[in-house]
């Protein structure tokens, strides 16, 4: 079973505020970035996800422009995921909004995967209040696909019987990797179906498509042996912004970079995770790309130790020009689950992350904006 969740940053926006409903809602507000998510009202105006803002403005001049609030929809994935892991134990978690689920002999609890999938729209709606579209078949590759037919709020089941036949009348766009190139490069090979594919011989594929045409083959043939694996813990976690114009005052870059360290160690605590290396990412208005790591002394979720951390970094060397972007990343991690650890811990630092804590119960119960740092009063 796949779950793709229904644009799901303008939803998560759009249930946030209800007068929104309804509405071209945009994601990615500002004219330099890119649209992250466009509602379907949006969509209908030719409004893509990837979009530059500005051409997202100029295709849906009333469109409802909103920022990033990437806390928020990470809170709503977790309630998302965890109503999803009330279905069956083996969920992989594959993006923000996307996860398979492997339902092999959850038919002891379930009538019918049709059951099953109708139970995960419901408990995802009443548990994040945004819905989900849902694809159920034989095949992994063939569940993506499906949760993608009937979008948004769709439900689609593919039984084994009816596998074959719909692979190989599958329009070739729709098969997983197919982008704009590929797509070209097939229809000048006449391909157009799934099925088209195994007219094809195999050298033929390979030598256009190198190692994904085996994979394309295989796929046509109605073979896919990749398994659901279960999700594991994150590997980093990162926050970063592009400003609406290059900056070149310390100062300032200083400022955003405990807003960062703020929302990464906010992150931290949530998912119960400390670590031990800080990233910083800075880009300049060129647009090279430069990353600075830094290893602490001990493992660490607090703001202060990781701004100071991202400070360090940032005055190691001359920013080389204007900065275009910032971000904070801590990677190196050591679950809480390891009670050893814990006893290195001073008393100062204990009573540190009581405070943080507490800022974090504030911002869970009244949004993230009821309470912010001094210094950053004034970045928008």
């Given at each position: 079973?796949?779950i793709d969740?229904d644009?799901?940053?303008?939803?998560?926006?759009?249930?946030d505020?209800?007068?929104?409903?309804g509405?071209p809602?945009?994601v990615?507000g500002s004219h330099?970035g890119?649209?992250?998510?466009a509602?379907?009202e949006?969509?209908?105006?030719g409004?893509?996800?990837a979009m530059p803002?500005?051409?997202?403005?100029k295709n849906?001049?009333?469109?409802?422009?909103?920022?990033?609030?990437m806390d928020?929809?990470?809170?709503?994935?977790?309630?998302?995921?965890a109503a999803v892991g009330?279905?069956?134990?083996?969920v992989?978690?594959?993006?923000?909004?996307?996860?398979?689920v492997?339902?092999?002999?959850?038919?002891?609890?379930?009538?019918?995967?049709?059951?099953?999938a109708?139970?995960t729209?419901?408990?995802?709606?009443?548990?994040?209040?945004?819905?989900?579209?849902?694809?159920i078949?034989?095949?992994?590759?063939?569940a993506k696909i499906?949760s993608?037919?009937?979008?948004?709020d769709?439900?689609?089941?593919?039984?084994?019987a009816e596998t074959?036949?719909?692979?190989?009348s599958?329009?070739?766009e729709k098969m997983?990797g197919?982008g704009?190139?590929?797509l070209?490069?097939?229809?000048?090979?006449?391909?157009?179906?799934a099925g088209?594919l195994?007219?094809?011989?195999?050298?033929?594929l390979?030598?256009?498509?190198?190692r994904?045409g085996?994979?394309?083959?295989?796929?046509a043939?109605g073979?896919d042996?990749?398994?659901?694996v279960?999700s594991?813990r994150?590997?980093?976690v990162?926050?970063?912004n592009?400003?609406?114009?290059?900056?070149a005052d310390?100062?300032?870059?200083?400022k955003?970079?405990?807003g960062q360290?703020?929302r990464v160690a906010?992150r931290?605590?949530?998912i119960?995770l400390?670590?031990r290396?800080?990233?910083?990412?800075l880009k300049?208005?060129n647009?090279?790309?430069?990353t600075?790591r830094?290893?602490?002394?001990?493992?660490?979720d607090e703001?202060?130790?990781?701004?100071?951390?991202?400070?360090s970094?940032?005055?190691q060397?001359?920013l080389?020009?204007?900065i275009r972007?910032?971000?904070?990343?801590?990677?190196n991690?050591?679950s809480?689950?390891?009670?050893?650890?814990?006893?290195?811990?001073?008393e100062?630092?204990?009573r540190?992350h009581d405070?943080?804590?507490?800022?974090?119960?504030?911002?869970?119960?009244?949004?993230n904006?009821?309470?912010?740092?001094?210094?950053?009063?004034?970045?928008?």
């Open positions: 079973m796949h969740m644009a799901f940053y303008a939803a998560v926006e759009q249930a505020r209800p007068e929104l409903k509405r809602v945009i990615g330099r890119v649209v992250c998510a509602s379907y949006a969509r209908a105006y409004v893509r996800s803002v500005f051409l997202a403005r849906c001049p009333n469109g409802i422009f909103l920022p990033v609030r928020r929809y990470r809170e709503v994935s977790l309630r998302v995921m009330t279905i069956s134990p083996l992989e978690q594959v993006s923000i909004d996307e996860a398979y492997d339902m092999t002999g959850m038919d002891r609890v379930w009538k019918t995967p049709l059951d099953a109708r139970e729209k419901r408990r995802v709606k009443q548990a994040a209040g945004v819905t989900c579209s849902v694809g078949a034989p095949l992994k590759f063939l499906a993608d037919l009937n979008k948004p769709g439900l689609t089941v593919l039984s084994e074959e036949a719909f692979i190989l599958l329009a070739i997983p197919v704009k190139k590929g070209e490069r097939m229809r000048n090979m006449g391909v157009s179906r088209d195994l007219k094809i011989p195999e050298k033929n390979v030598a256009a498509f190198g994904y085996e994979d394309l083959l295989r796929m043939a073979v042996t990749s398994e659901v279960p594991h994150a590997k980093s990162s926050a970063e592009t400003f609406a114009y290059d900056l310390r100062d300032v870059l200083k955003w970079l405990l360290s703020d906010q931290l605590r949530r119960g400390k670590g290396t800080v990233t910083l990412k300049r208005s647009f090279t790309m430069q600075r830094q290893s602490l002394s001990c493992y660490t703001t202060n130790v990781i701004y100071d951390a991202a400070v970094l940032l005055d060397k001359p080389g020009g204007n972007l910032t971000g904070v990343g801590v990677t991690f050591l809480e689950q390891d009670p050893p650890f814990w006893e290195k811990f001073e100062r630092e204990e540190g405070l943080e804590e507490a800022v974090d119960d504030l911002r869970h119960r009244y949004g904006g009821i309470i912010r740092r001094a210094s950053t009063l004034d970045l928008t």
